[in-house]
């Protein structure tokens, strides 16, 4: 939970000048934030509703990205580090070791940074050959292994880990139809060509072979490398070859403390700007959520581009108040997440913070009409707002009975 990769890279530097010489620096559990989009995106799968169209399922997945308070770093943020500073002899990169699928595995790795003279520029005498370049799949891997290369490398795998969720990104910026292309990320689908690493692990030590496997450095993030290496070996594993990306080393994590606080900020903001839209503007007019950016996304021709402007983010402020104490608050709360689509709400979530608006109160009185057959007025939702509030004020509701509906024959004479 490292607040930035500024910090990270000062870390790094401050132990580098404690180790012994010839020392290590273990990081285990690295984020990649290559991946990051892809993650948020199967997070976001089963909630999406199935007529979304495609800018405004990626709005939300940039808004989920936007959101992300944890520190994840980009392969290359090693690298790079390795190349600026003279203490660092080589970099070694690994994907986490596991035999099961799931965020852990599929999007974390883990890093050394050497010190000593080890020989940073890969294994003597490793062939090459692209993942396109073996036919059969890892059966034609295992076969070129049986001629007993010194060291192979195998560039470009598809990794069953993150496959489907990558596809599933490129079909969206594509402009699929959401409905198919999510149907397809929640069924894995897309993962049954892919390679699992730790099946490249077994293949290498059935046969004698010690094996690494790293992200592929080209810029397929949906792919891996794997290096198998003979005890005649020499050198080390060169591991993780970045390409270039055209990126600046800034863009190698993200910002968490940037994230914390504009989020501070929009909770300071936020209440400010409602009350000041209530003072000033009918209540069908009060927008239902305020967005706080720090820029307006355009398009290439430099105009505002409004189907890029991130969808409002409920969730984060759904879940800081308390839980329901009663059992009208636990009513209300399961009622709020039915109206607005929301999982969770607090018993001292206010209705409009969290998504709710003029129609929106509309259809949460109606639902209390079924469950406790109360008249909630639209009134006294805008002036109670809060789970707890309302919850207070119906307990003190008179139970009324609505008059019932007649069907009434048509007046003589009427031809209307």
């Known amino acids: ?70 520190l994840l770093v980009a392969p290359e943020f090693f690298t790079d580090l390795g190349e600026r500073l003279d203490e660092i002899t080589s970099v070694d990169i690994r994907l986490k070791r596991a035999d099961y699928h799931n965020e852990l595995s599929g999007h974390r790795y883990e890093v050394a940074i050497h010190t000593s003279a080890r020989t940073p520029d890969g294994v003597h005498d490793e062939q090459e050959l692209t993942w396109d370049e073996v036919s059969g799949g890892i059966d034609g891997v295992a076969e070129r292994l049986r001629a007993e290369p010194v060291a192979l490398r195998v560039t470009g795998v598809p990794n069953n880990r993150v496959l489907a969720e990558y596809r599933a990104m490129r079909h969206l910026e594509r402009g699929d139809e959401p409905a198919r292309v999510l149907s397809r990320l929640r069924g894995g689908n897309d993962s049954v060509d892919g390679v699992d690493p730790e099946a490249m692990h077994a293949l290498g030590e059935s046969l004698g072979y010690r094996v690494v496997t790293t992200w592929d450095g080209s810029g397929r993030d949906d792919c891996f490398d794997a290096v198998f290496r003979s005890a005649a070996a020499s050198g080390e ?55 706080l950016m720090d820029r307006v996304p355009v398009t290439a021709s430099g105009k505002r581009d409004l189907r890029a402007l991130p969808a409002p983010d409920f969730t984060a402020a759904a879940h800081r108040s308390r839980g329901p104490r009663t059992p009208r608050e636990e009513l209300m709360c399961r009622l709020f997440c039915e109206v607005l689509g929301l999982e969770q709400v607090g018993a001292e979530d206010d209705f409009f913070d969290v998504g709710g608006h003029s129609l929106l109160v509309t259809r949460l009185a109606s639902r209390v009409r079924a ?16 789970v707890e509030r309302i919850a207070e004020w119906l307990e003190q509701a008179p139970k009324t009975q609505r008059p019932v509906l007649r069907r009434m024959p048509r007046p003589k004479g009427d031809s209307a």
């Open 371 to 386: 469950e406790l057959g109360l008249e909630l007025p639209v009134r006294k939702v805008f002036e109670t707002r809060t």
């Open 1 to 70: 939970y490292f607040p930035d990769g500024g910090y990270l890279e000062r870390v790094i530097e401050s132990c580098l000048g404690l180790l012994a010489p010839g020392g290590t620096i273990y990081l285990g559990d690295i984020r990649n934030l290559r991946l990051l989009e892809g993650l948020q995106l199967g997070v976001l799968a089963g909630r999406i509703q199935q007529d979304a169209d495609h800018h405004s399922v990626l709005a939300q997945v940039q808004q989920k990205v936007a959101a992300e308070e944890e």
């Open 237 to 291: 594993p060169g591991s993780f070859r970045p390409g270039d990306r055209g990126v600046s080393s800034s863009e190698h994590t993200n910002n968490p403390t940037k994230v914390r606080r504009l989020r501070g900020l929009s909770d300071r903001l936020r209440p400010q700007l409602r009350e000041f839209a209530n003072a000033r503007l009918p209540e069908f007019m009060v927008p239902a959520a305020f967005v």
